[in-house]
């Protein structure tokens, strides 16, 4: 048996919401399947309600803080709570049309955790779990705007006329 067969924590209240119900405990790429519910609310939302945003990282602080305590973890790979807040902001302000794409270097941001990700990370507990994807979030945020302004507003034109290339 492993960990999450004999782990009965998730059936918790904090358990049930840091791990979307259990759904982190039914894949060995739990980050992935949060992301994805996070992806689907938004699609089927439309977009990020500040509110709700704000709730999922205060709630979710709280909840895989208890659980990582709990369950002696200092990071636990079924609480996916923090995906979702992490995508959330990573879509923040944008169309639902960015989704997808946000969904792929959402991923990459996470599984890579350059700087200054991997620095959230070391902070203690729910904090530390929930920050790295938060930092991540928004590093996936100015990246798919800076994309927008660079290839749809004009970027790639200003960048021409700033170093004098081009016609």
């Known amino acids: 048996m492993n960990d999450n067969e004999t782990n009965t924590h998730w ?3 904090y358990g049930l ?3 979307l119900f259990g759904l982190g405990n039914y894949s060995k790429m739990p ?3 949060g992301t994805l519910a996070a992806t689907i609310v938004l699609l089927v939302m439309g977009r990020v309600d500040p509110i709700l945003l704000l709730a999922t990282i205060a709630i979710g602080t709280v909840v895989a803080d208890r659980y990582a305590k709990v369950t002696a973890k200092e ?4 609480v996916i709570i923090d995906e979702v807040a992490g995508y ?3 879509m923040y302000g944008l169309d639902a ?6 969904f792929f270097l959402f991923r990459i941001v996470d599984i890579l955790k350059p700087f ?3 620095t959230m990370e070391r902070l203690p507990g729910g904090i530390g779990i929930m920050a790295d994807d938060i930092c991540g979030g928004v ?3 100015i990246l798919l705007r800076f994309l927008y302004w660079f290839f749809f507003a004009g970027g790639f034109t200003v960048l021409q006329n700033y170093l004098g290339i081009g016609g």
């Open 11 to 13: 059936k918790t209240w």
């Open 17 to 19: 919401i840091s791990t």
């Open 31 to 33: 980050g992935t399947l």
């Open 75 to 78: 990071d636990p790979g079924e």
């Open 88 to 90: 959330w902001v990573s």
């Open 97 to 102: 049309s960015y989704g997808i794409v946000a």
């Open 116 to 118: 200054p990700v991997r």
């Open 139 to 141: 590093v996936v945020n």
